[in-house]
Every structure is written in C-alpha cells, then in structure tokens.
C-alpha cells in the first residue's frame, strides 16, 4: 500500500537524513532516469531502517502505490524554550533537523522526491507533510520535479502547545500536500469512505484530531522515542482516502 517514512537522526549534521520505512505492495520527470541497476525485490512488511535516498535506491521502478513522508522540518530553533512556570519544553533540537542553509535543505529535498517519483506508481500518491517551516519549499520542489498537487490538508491540532512567549498567534496546525505522480494519473481516491468517516458528508480539507500522546505516545527509558510522532488516526485517514486492500 505505500511507504511509511519517519526521520532518524544521522551520525552528523553534514550527513544524509534517515527515515524508517515500511513497504507494501499495494507525467513525466524532467530528462530520463535509468531504472535501478539490480533492485532488490519490493520487502513487504519490514521496517527498512537506514537512510531514505539509500533505502529507496534499492526498491525496483514504479513498485509503490503511495507514500507518505514525514521529513525534517527545519525548524531553526535557537536556545531554550521554557514555560511561564519555568518548566522546559521539550522541543525538536536533534541534529537531523539542523541544515546549514535553505539551499542544504532543497537539495535533501530534491533527492528524496527523485527517488520517491522513481518508486512511484503512474497512478500513486504522495503525502508530505509539515509545517510553516518547510511546507512551502517541499511544495515548491514537489512542481519542479513534476508532481500535481490535488489538495492541501489542515491539520487542525485539537490540542496544541502554547506560544509560551506571547509573541505570535499559537502554532495549532500542520499541513499535508497529496500530489499525484502527473497531472493526468487516474489515482486513487475513496470517496465513499471519506463520506462514511464524516456522518455522511463530504470530506473536507480541514481535519481536526488531537496531537499524539497518552497510551498512544512511544517512550524509550521513560523518553518520547520520536520528538515529532503523529497520531494513528492521521495516517488511518490517509490510508483509507487513497489506498485499496492487496
């Protein structure tokens, strides 16, 4: 059904951005790209742990139905955040989210969405989502490399942090881009299904749902294990708007 990417942090700042992965078998790119020399047969139900261009280098042509990617959101924070009681808050400041410049983070960018259209079937789907921070230069890329952008999705956090400090409008979005591999691919989309998710309305573009946490939030040692992780039902709606069984 598609790839389900999550970041990773690298050895370095300087070295490629790694995601996990899950693989299910479920318009044109600018020049001509040769297929992948000796692809390794797609791996169904695996997590594939290592660097995402690497790790969808080794996946045969057009062999997804739909992806969905969660990168680094480059977010630039600078020093610590802390709460009006003086508690810290525990912000994204992991080294795979760090990038020396914008041109760093569009060139990361460019590679993953080249091999993503690769592995891409003609009619797939690809999600990208993300914040002010980063949304607006992945969909840049995503036109450049010849994707079609069919909606763009708020995700309208029923419960979001604060502006601790009182100085801009408190940050309770995301946003989701859907692109299809061309302007012509016949993808998939589950009108029934949304229609059925929403007492029997039409599915908007607006999709409000709490962040992660409780039982549902994975630790290590007492620790959030990803800074960033999104909730089930997030994905379960993605899944089932543009994804068929087998």
């Known amino acids: ?3 389900i990417e999550r970041i990773d942090a690298p050895k370095n700042r300087n070295a490629p951005r790694t995601k996990t992965g899950r693989a299910q078998k479920n318009g044109s790119q600018k020049g001509k790209r040769k297929p992948a020399q000796n692809a390794a047969k797609l791996p169904l139900n695996q997590i594939l742990k290592m660097d995402c ?5 080794s996946l045969p042509d057009e062999s997804v139905d739909m992806i969905f990617a969660d990168p680094p959101y480059n977010l630039q924070l ?13 912000a994204v400041d992991d080294e795979w989210d760090h990038f020396d410049s914008f041109a760093a983070y569009d060139a990361f960018t460019n590679a993953w969405l080249t091999e993503a259209r690769r592995i891409l079937k003609p009619n797939g789907s ?11 230069r992945v969909g840049a890329s995503l036109q450049d490399l010849g994707y079609w ?3 763009d999705i708020i995700w309208r956090k029923a419960n979001p942090m604060p502006n601790f400090k ?8 995301e946003t989701l881009i859907w692109a299809s591999k061309s302007e012509k691919a016949k993808y998939t989309f589950n009108y029934r299904a949304m229609k059925n998710l929403n007492d029997e309305l039409q599915m908007r573009s607006d999709w409000v749902m709490p ?7 994975l630790k290590r040692g007492g620790v959030k294990a990803h800074p960033t992780q999104k909730p089930e039902a ?4 993605v899944m089932l708007a543009t994804t068929n069984p087998g």
């Open 1 to 3: 059904m598609g790839i």
């Open 53 to 57: 261009v690497e790790a969808m280098a």
């Open 78 to 90: 600078g020093g610590d955040l802390y709460r009006p009681e003086g508690g810290q808050v525990d």
């Open 126 to 136: 690809l999600w990208v989502i993300g914040s002010y921070h980063n949304i607006f």
């Open 149 to 151: 952008i069919l909606n």
């Open 166 to 173: 009182g100085t801009r409008f408190t940050n309770a979005h």
């Open 211 to 217: 962040i992660c946490g409780g039982q549902e939030r």
């Open 234 to 237: 997030l994905l379960y709606r």
